[in-house]
């Protein structure tokens, strides 16, 4: 499979260039990264290592353009929170300190801002960051779409911690923290409308706290972690793979899916291992200590259906191979196009 | 006056709740921070300061949803990276590091996002800061316009170093470094399509260096530091009286303005006080080292045009009064409305 990076090949903007997939890519690593030039950019993980005065901190930025902006299990000021914190804790940060800046539309209803806010505030409470600087514009009717967050974050990274999406070894295990594909199809059976018997809720969640418990467990053993966004766990895990240059087998039957979920994505011909999540992560493990992170992961809340979910490999591809539930295997390559738009 | 702060009094979002006056500020101070509750927060500066292991530094964040994207000076890429820069500055912080993140509408020219690129990568190159860590969303055809952009920043404040805008003290000088209204009147000519016999540009430039020279002319001596961007001159001595529960005295002969920008200003029926500058500071200096610190600025290239223009005074009442130049007096208020949106 090719890799490379070519620029993206149209004159314009696509949607898919928002997707998280193989069209992103192109923009990100093709376009707005060798244009900007900075070694610490190029890394590419979810958040920047800054070393000041000997303090190591995590340093990320994330906007949210989800539509619609409430939705079941969440909304918008929620993800905001939540997103930037996992980014952070994506790389071993203790997440600190948010900003908040929003992007108003003329004419966005006050009540709804406030519900906003409160949820804002809320979220923060509840993983413990303080938002402590802001900013906000108004921007003519019809020149944004109701409200527009974005969230950047600075946290704290303990001594000894060196977790990178380069940093996955042949024979780590591949840990997932949960069921997947929740907040995508939670985002599409609401824009949609759908109705299914059992509703489905976004997972949105800090993930800190469960981060904390797994690295507490066997120190230096977690050495790359992503959080399965947009793009879903294909673009994750390729995203390590490829970074890592190493390869990747998943085994389907281990990777868990809540029934609804795999309804909805049934009846829209979605693919759960493309799907949005927003409180789930995957952990690159050394196999000696794999067990016992998942065990760690299994006893907090938000790693209850923690599963090791396949292996790292060598391969001079770096492709990313599932075993099929039916005893077969296919290529898991990165998103192309974009089916489910501003999802986050 | 009345300065205690109230709810915004309608049900939606404004114009004029982006303005940088009146109306911004009772969204903010009286619906937004209230909502978040939090005392770094409340602080209400152009940026947090931090204390992380005893490492202090200062963390802003700004969205930037200029239109037009380009004008004669500048872009929103050069804005962005120079408005954010500016704001750690005005906290005495040495800028750092950058995030950068766009909101891209379907159908937006590759090559124009690329010459913004080239414009943000050369703005930083400029004043030494690196952009870290990014994030690209896309939203469809519509939902926005063309382009949107957050820039968070992280820069680090010498040990002495204490500014902040409730740090005036009776007595103190106050400073302009140069020439008011370019920025605005740049946009707003562009904007308008207006020809001037001579062109105005926009002043866009990073203030970091300019404040180095200041802070190393006299330590200690600058209290409380601004930009005056949206709303202008009059809305930042406005917010550093309210904070620091002092008058000012400003004297109009001694403010600089451009005579191109001053005919424009007459000509749209706008005050130069109250026009945006995104390549300016007022400082809020002792007394005793007012000159050592003005003759420093004047020797930078960004402040030659430097003055004394006012001075801070006791006043219950935490009023801005200019001396005209016809010999009268009179209340320099918050910005009423929203002249100028999207300006910033």
């Not at 192109?26 to 060798?34: A, E, N």
């Not at 030039?37 to 353009?65: E, K, W």
């Not at 050495?223 to 895990?237: F, I, K, N, Q, Y």
């Amino acid at each position: 499979m090719d890799h490379s990076v070519h620029r993206p090949s149209g004159t314009e903007v696509l949607l898919a260039h928002g997707s998280g997939g193989r069209s992103m890519h192109q923009l990100v690593d093709g376009l707005i990264i060798p244009h900007l030039n900075n070694p610490l950019l190029a890394r590419m993980d979810d958040q920047a290592v800054l070393d000041i005065s000997g303090v190591r901190l995590g340093f990320t930025t994330d906007s949210f353009v989800v539509d619609p902006l409430f939705f079941p299990g969440g909304d918008i000021g929620a993800l905001a929170v939540n997103g930037t914190v996992n980014d952070l804790a994506m790389g071993g940060a203790r997440p600190l300190y948010l900003s908040l800046a929003l992007i108003l539309e003329e004419g966005f209803a006050l009540a709804e801002l406030e519900r906003i806010l409160l949820s804002i505030r809320g979220a923060a409470e509840a993983c413990g960051v303080q938002i402590v600087t802001g900013d906000t514009k108004v921007v003519h009717r019809g020149s944004a779409d109701k409200l527009f967050i974005n969230t950047a974050g600075v946290g704290v990274i303990a001594g000894e911690t060196r977790i990178t999406c380069s940093g996955a070894a042949v024979g780590d295990r591949i840990l997932l923290s949960g069921t997947l594909g929740d907040h995508g199809m939670a985002i599409m059976s609401r824009r949609e409308g759908f109705q299914f018997e059992a509703p489905i809720e976004s997972d949105t969640a800090p993930l800190w706290s469960l981060v904390e418990a797994m690295l507490a467990a066997a120190p230096g053993a977690i050495h790359a972690m992503r959080d399965p966004t947009r793009g879903g766990l294909a673009s994750a895990v390729n995203e390590i793979a490829q970074h890592s240059a190493v390869g990747m087998r998943l085994q389907e039957q281990a990777i868990p899916v809540r029934e609804p979920v795999r309804g909805a994505c049934e009846m829209l011909g979605l693919d759960p291992l493309y799907v949005a999540n927003e409180g789930k992560l995957i952990a690159l493990v050394h196999p000696a200590h794999a067990e016992r992170v998942l065990a760690a992961a299994q006893s907090h809340p938000l790693g209850r259906d923690a599963r090791l979910i396949g292996t790292v490999v060598e391969d001079a591809e770096h492709l990313v191979v599932l075993d099929t539930a039916f005893g077969g295997s296919r290529i898991v390559d990165l998103l192309a196009g974009d089916p489910l738009p501003r999802i986050c």
